[in-house]
């Protein structure tokens, strides 16, 4: 098929989707209680027979004995578990459609020298996506949205998976600046050494710029790393009010990281993270969060030869700060942003406890990137972002029953919905009919 018709066809499908998906998310103001499941607050101990209050979108109480408004809405969980919605901490949901196409991929800004600190990637954000039904079925009710490539990507944006205009679904913006060391070496790639001096070099003039902003617009000051657009958005990462999120897996880098962080002062965390297990005792010091997966212990690359997939359990066990991403290979970043809870449940497998994996795709999260008091937790004055599973969430046969995006019940039809529909009513055979 023409690149042309697929794009079209395409986009015909989102329309449709849309169409079917986002009026879940426009319903009036109401109160709902959701009873009689085991509640999971992450912020305290599982609650037998609970109650969930929500109203005008907000939890306004959780517990055992809480009182129910008359002209509330019932919803009966007996029988389930009820959690926080899940928070994934690393895709480019919302910015990648298709990996080809115009208004395909907006991840990605484009430069000569891979540094473009000033690239607000929820400029490009599309509240529409096709991929968003999908990872809200599966549980996942707030992401991190990163741009990706180069030193330094641009600034992320931590967003609900709710309503139909950025403004509607952005939580912070920016949560982060995307920077990473990943691979050198070979092919024409620079020297880890030289990658690592040049962010040094970008940091430096940042200090520099923040210093002589006068000087520089008077043509007065000495020629600097960056444009002064990009050298302005690094001021908040100098300042610590953005947090930088360096891409980086081998020990040696990773150290080099810390290195940055004592030297500049900075906010850091590290994403990736294959070999952190090896200085877990140097990142509890520092106090530098760590994003990972557990589904791989293949060494993809050189950077990641000690790989192994208890290194979220170790880390932990060392006392650092962990959320959990997908490290498996499966697209997670984007088609498969749904599959955050069986990193969860892999990591249980080798030794991360159950409550630690839960606060890891929830809480900790939310906690990295300074939004915490709105979502990752069923406490009152959160947003009600509240998911009903049937089972165990970890299990991969566990599917969620329910699904609550700011109080609204998400009623959504994805593409996988439409092809099980699909072929649950093809005839049986394909052969020649007789």
């Known amino acids: 098929m023409p690149s042309r018709l697929l794009n079209l066809g395409i986009c015909a499908l989102g329309a449709a989707l849309v169409a079917a998906s986002v009026a879940s998310g426009s319903a009036a103001a109401q109160t709902i209680a959701i009873t009689g499941g085991k509640v ?12 969930v209050l929500i109203r005008d979108g907000k939890i306004v109480a959780v517990g055992a004995n809480v009182t129910i408004p008359s002209d509330a809405e019932k919803v009966d969980a007996s029988g389930k578990w009820v959690t926080p919605g899940l928070v994934n901490a690393e895709t480019q949901l919302g910015l990648v459609e298709v990996g080809f196409g115009a208004g395909a991929n907006e991840s990605r800004a484009r430069s000569t020298d891979g540094v473009t600190p000033d690239f607000a990637s929820w400029d490009g954000l599309n509240p529409r996506s096709v991929l968003i039904p999908p990872a809200r079925e599966g549980g996942v009710t707030s992401v991190m949205s990163t741009p990706v490539g180069g030193l330094i990507a641009g600034q992320s944006s931590m967003i609900d998976l709710y309503g139909d205009t950025r403004a509607d679904m952005i939580l912070r913006a920016p949560a982060a600046m995307i920077a990473g060391i ?24 940042t200090r520099y710029y923040q210093k002589h902003v006068a000087d520089f617009d008077r043509g007065q000051s000495r020629q600097l790393s960056a444009s002064p657009a990009g050298l302005a958005a690094m001021v908040p990462v100098l300042e610590g009010k953005v947090p930088l999120l360096i891409d980086a897996d081998q020990a040696s880098d990773i150290q080099s990281v810390i290195d940055l962080q004592k030297e500049f002062g900075i906010k850091v965390i ?26 791989s212990n293949i060494p993809i690359s050189f950077s990641a030869l000690g790989a192994r997939q208890d290194n979220v359990a170790l880390l932990r066990k060392a006392g650092v700060q962990v959320a959990l991403i997908g490290n498996g290979g499966g697209d997670e970043e984007l088609f498969n942003v749904r599959n955050i809870r069986y990193e969860a449940g892999n990591a249980v497998g080798y030794g991360l406890p159950w409550d630690d994996a839960l606060k890891a795709i929830t809480e900790t999260p939310a906690e990295i990137f300074g939004v915490s008091d709105r979502i990752g937790s069923l406490q009152p004055g959160r947003e009600a972002n509240v998911v009903i599973w049937d089972g165990d969430p970890f299990e991969f046969a566990t599917r969620a029953v329910a699904v ?16 099980t529909k699909r072929y649950e009513t093809m005839p049986p055979s394909y052969g020649p009919k007789p």
């Open 182 to 205: 990943g691979d050198a070496g070979g092919d024409g790639a620079p020297a880890k050494g030289q990658v690592v001096a040049k962010l040094r070099e970008l940091l430096q003039d």
């Open 40 to 51: 999971y607050p992450v912020s305290g101990p599982p609650i037998e027979n609970g109650t």
């Open 404 to 419: 609550y995006v700011r109080g609204q019940k998400q009623n959504d039809v994805s593409r996988q919905d439409l092809l």
């Open 270 to 295: 590290i994403g990736g993270g294959e070999e952190a297990w090896e200085v877990a005792d140097r990142l509890a010091k520092a106090k530098i969060p760590v994003l990972a997966g557990a589904m």
